[in-house]
């Protein structure tokens, strides 16, 4: 059973649109967070939350707004999408700010055309 | 900020062979060095950690060691099998933080 739940696992995007990235974990864990992976930067860091407060931004952008409507819920809402934004997006949990280890998501491949 | 590297980018062995994979960091305020495995097209999986209050932990086919004073880790694989080919990745985090670095990643693979 998958303990991350990440959804879409796929999407196409066009230039300019908005999509919206959901993560749910049903690991009982306090923290969570987004990275993103492309070919440009491999593993990148982008947000955490804990119980439900964003903790650290790593993120540019303000095109890019987590969004906690549950302790075991971070969704991830991306806007005015452009091609560079293309990459597969991974959340993660941990039981507690790093003192433990991330368990992550399958991700979700996103393309913007 | 935290910064970390790792060298090789990719390696290519044979079944049966050892690998080594280094990683550094420039933090000195980071106190807990996870690994993690990625498999094509899969999740990214913990394998293995050290505090920063350790030189050197063991599990299975993983030796992993550390060096406080120059900020260095590797990751030694033995007996390497087809089903280890995956990217490795080494991270990095601070006591209090809730941010963890990764480096850029080993492709390995490793050939039957």
Same mark, same amino acid.
């Given at each position: 059973d998958p303990k991350i739940i990440q959804k879409p696992k796929y999407l196409v995007a066009v230039t300019g649109s908005e999509k919206i990235l959901i993560c749910e974990q049903y $690991?009982?864990?306090?923290a969570m967070y987004w990275y993103r992976q492309s070919a440009k930067k491999p593993l990148e860091f982008m947000f955490s939350y804990s119980y439900q407060k964003l903790?650290?931004?790593?993120?540019?952008?303000?095109?890019f707004q987590p969004q906690s409507s549950k302790k075991n819920h971070l969704d991830l809402q991306i806007t005015a $999408?452009?091609?560079?934004?293309?990459a597969t997006y991974f959340c993660a949990s941990s039981q507690a700010r790093n003192t433990g280890q991330l368990y992550f998501g399958e991700g979700s491949k996103l393309t913007v055309l | 900020g935290e910064q970390v590297e790792q060298l090789p980018s990719s390696l290519i062995v044979q079944e049966g062979a050892s690998v080594l994979i280094n990683c550094s960091y420039t933090?000195?305020?980071?106190?807990y060095f996870p690994w993690y495995k990625q498999e094509p097209g899969k999740r990214l999986q913990f394998i293995i950690d050290i505090r920063s209050n350790m030189e050197r932990k063991q599990t299975q086919r993983l030796t992993l060691l550390f060096d406080k004073k120059t900020k260095h880790l590797s990751l030694h694989i033995t007996a390497?099998?087809?089903?280890?080919s995956a990217i490795y990745f080494c991270s990095a985090a601070r006591t209090g933080g809730y941010k963890v670095v990764f480096g850029s990643g080993t492709r390995l693979l490793v050939s039957p």
């Amino acid at each position: 059973d998958p303990k991350i739940i990440q959804k879409p696992k796929y999407l196409v995007a066009v230039t300019g649109s908005e999509k919206i990235l959901i993560c749910e974990q049903y $690991l009982g864990h306090n923290a969570m967070y987004w990275y993103r992976q492309s070919a440009k930067k491999p593993l990148e860091f982008m947000f955490s939350y804990s119980y439900q407060k964003l903790m650290d931004n790593q993120t540019a952008s303000s095109r890019f707004q987590p969004q906690s409507s549950k302790k075991n819920h971070l969704d991830l809402q991306i806007t005015a $999408l452009k091609p560079d934004d293309s990459a597969t997006y991974f959340c993660a949990s941990s039981q507690a700010r790093n003192t433990g280890q991330l368990y992550f998501g399958e991700g979700s491949k996103l393309t913007v055309l | 900020g935290e910064q970390v590297e790792q060298l090789p980018s990719s390696l290519i062995v044979q079944e049966g062979a050892s690998v080594l994979i280094n990683c550094s960091y420039t933090d000195s305020a980071s106190v807990y060095f996870p690994w993690y495995k990625q498999e094509p097209g899969k999740r990214l999986q913990f394998i293995i950690d050290i505090r920063s209050n350790m030189e050197r932990k063991q599990t299975q086919r993983l030796t992993l060691l550390f060096d406080k004073k120059t900020k260095h880790l590797s990751l030694h694989i033995t007996a390497t099998q087809p089903g280890d080919s995956a990217i490795y990745f080494c991270s990095a985090a601070r006591t209090g933080g809730y941010k963890v670095v990764f480096g850029s990643g080993t492709r390995l693979l490793v050939s039957p």
